[in-house]
């Protein structure tokens, strides 16, 4: 079974390779029905995630991590580097919600995309998004799984300037590419530090764990910083946050699969699946707690004064994310997994809530031209609802049990500090989630541009599952404060079990003050936006609206800079050296090519001429030497 591995991550590739060989041949055939590019792309997903269910139960049953290295990818010497799959607890649970809240996407994105002319390469993008994160979580060592990490990446790159016409878009696409490859810098100088340590004796994750107490501390704090500024690209994090707002510019299902189940999950993962190295330089740690607690109030901050819906879900994810490597940071991978499994279900539902409220309001994205929606899509209103709850850490939906736990694990480490900032950014959750909540669905005199309709039940039905999950999937990692036997932490137990160090009274009364200051942000919410009057035109103004002008920052600081630095060397290396170089090389040849245009004329009189000079020569030299 384990071959089992490399169908999960082949089966959505060979979809993708697929749907794009029939998209070629369709762009000669335009009346080729969409279910050639439907079908694979449906089942792809669905396959792999049966597979993965399957071995995932063998697990359950008692067996040992599957391993399966097909053949040798590198050879280096007197050492092979193979290409190799591990499923164990922890990628097999990654796969099983990747591939099913994907599933899910994947069906939604069938009716978004259906008047697309792209239909087809969308689909074929999609998929080969899904088996490179797929590929990132299955490898057995940190060089396959950059193939899946840069895999990401570029479909990240593809699916965000999917509508490639718009300049902006295109410019969203190439930022987010560039951000991401200056954090995967970071990322490769702490593969290659680990590559030197270690490949020697192998470099799979069994390997690197058994040699990395060899490894000198201050180097391990190295490798340790610069794999997390892989980290910090990847999802989102400060400084390299700044790609994620514009990455809404893609397609509505594009942003629901790279929040809910790739792309910004996979710094978290990786911190976690390193846990051994981590574990061994706490100082770390600390930082990437404090890096998360600023990025999630940074970003809950921001949100409460955008207006692009998308854009707000973008905050929130980074809001979130903030949380999980609060979680990591401190040594609760487990913990930090875990919201990352409850937040796959409420916020893909999120985006794709949004997503119908857009397709039923004509594409209209700022929500303060939406308003009194709760009638036009009574089951949208009721998903997303629940959506809104489970983020906003209201018992009994999934956002707060992974919540709390992240809460108490700040709390009970002493990191009260951090503890704060993570109090601050649940109520401004709360408060700008209910905001956004209130306006679309219940604002007042409203006027829409055009006539509102209802979305189909392709688009519905896929939200109705995600809203079951937002409702019950906390319940897995429940607590036994709570009565429960936390079966999630019981699961990931060897990547740290929450481990409370706080007396049950200060856990009930911290339990108590999550839910309090939920509904705190909740009240502030509902007060200002209950029965917001849509008529006045809302303040949208200020440092908060304009994202306390980091990209503007960025831009003066570095990219104008190296765009002035850039066209200097342009000048002086391209223009004065090598262009001066190529061009002089052409002009020699064009200066003896006139030379040589003097004999080579066309006159017949100069060549006969010259072939009768030519003969006199010779016969002149002939006699006098024979003479």
């Known amino acids: 079974m384990n071959y089992y591995l490399a169908l999960i991550v ?36 669905l396959i792999s995630f049966v597979i993965g269910a399957i071995l995932f139960l063998g697990l359950k049953g008692g067996a040992n991590a599957y391993v399966f290295r097909p053949y040798v990818w590198l050879s280096l010497d007197t050492y092979d580097i193979y290409m190799g799959f591990l499923g164990d607890k922890l990628s097999l649970f990654m796969v099983l919600f990747i591939t099913f809240v994907g599933w899910l996407i994947h069906i939604y994105a069938t009716a978004y995309m259906k008047e697309d002319p792209g239909y087809g390469k969308f689909f074929a993008y999609f998929n080969l998004f899904l088996s490179s994160m797929l590929l990132l979580v299955l490898a057995d060592g940190p060089l396959v ?27 969203a696409g190439n ?33 690197i764990q058994s040699q990395i107490q060899m490894i000198p501390l201050p180097m391990l704090h190295i490798i340790g910083l610069a794999l997390f500024v892989g980290a910090m690209g990847k999802s989102a994090q400060i400084p390299l946050y700044v790609w994620l707002p514009d990455a809404m510019a893609g397609p509505t299902p594009v942003s629901a699969l790279i929040h809910a189940a790739t792309m910004v999950t996979a710094g978290v993962y990786m911190v976690a699946r390193f846990h051994f190295l981590y574990d061994l330089i706490p100082a770390i740690g600390v930082f990437i707690a404090y890096i998360g607690a600023f990025s999630a109030l940074f970003a809950a901050v921001i949100a409460t004064r955008q207006s692009d819906i998308k854009k707000i879900l973008a905050y929130s994810t980074m809001s979130q994310l903030g949380y999980m490597f609060i979680a990591v940071g401190l040594g609760a991978y487990s913990t930090a997994l875990f919201h990352v499994f409850t937040h796959a279900f409420f916020k893909a539902l999120l985006f794709m809530g ?98 509102p309709h209802d979305v189909s039940w392709v688009m519905k039905a896929p939200l109705v599952v995600l809203a079951i999950g937002s409702l019950g999937a906390g319940f897995l990692g429940l607590p036994a404060l709570l009565g429960g036997n936390n079966l999630m932490g019981q699961w990931l137990a060897e990547w740290g079990v929450r481990a409370s160090h ?55 600081v570095f990219v104008q800079p190296l765009k002035r630095l850039s066209e200097k060397i342009t000048i ?56």
């Open 502 to 556: 706080v007396s049950h009274e200060t856990e009930w009364m911290l339990l108590g003050m999550n839910i309090a200051i939920s509904f705190l942000g909740i009240i502030l919410a509902y007060v200002k936006f209950k029965n917001y009057d849509l008529s006045n035109p809302s303040l949208l103004q200020g440092w908060i609206y304009h994202k306390f002008y980091v990209d503007e920052f960025y831009d003066t």
């Open 145 to 171: 799984m950059f193939m899946g990490w840069e895999g990401v990446g570029l479909c990240s790159y593809l699916l965000i300037s999917y509508y490639f016409e718009d300049p902006l878009n295109v410019s």
């Open 572 to 627: 002086n290396i391209d223009v004065q050296i090598v262009n001066a170089f190529v061009m002089g090389l052409s002009y020699g040849f064009i200066r003896l090519g006139k030379i040589l245009a003097i004999v080579q004329n066309a006159n017949v009189r100069f060549y006969a001429f010259v072939m009768i000079l030519g003969a006199s020569s010779i016969s002149l030299y002939l006699i006098l030497i024979l003479r």
């Open 175 to 207: 930022k987010a590419f560039i951000v991401n490859r200056i954090g995967d810098l970071g990322f490769l100088i702490g593969l290659a530090l680990l590559f030197l340590y270690c490949a020697p004796y192998g470099y799979d994750y069994a390997a």
């Open 354 to 451: 949004a997503g119908a409220i857009i397709v039923a309001l004509h594409h209209e994205q700022n929500i303060f031209k939406m308003g009194g929606m709760r009638s036009v899509t009574p089951v949208v209103y009721i998903c997303m609802l629940i959506a809104t709850l489970a983020i906003s850490g209201v018992p009994p939906f999934a956002g707060f049990f992974s919540k709390d736990e992240i809460l108490l694990e700040a709390f009970s480490s002493g990191q009260y500090v951090i503890w704060a900032m993570a109090v601050f950014s649940a109520i401004l959750t709360a408060y700008y989630m209910f905001r956004l909540f209130f306006v679309v669905f219940e604002g007042q005199n409203y006027h829409h541009e055009h006539h």
């Open 10 to 45: 082949l089966i959505p590739l060979f979809s993708s390779m697929l749907i794009g060989l029939v998209y070629i041949y369709s762009v000669k055939i335009s009346s080729l029905s969409r279910l050639w590019f439907t079908i694979p792309a449906l089942s792809a997903p």
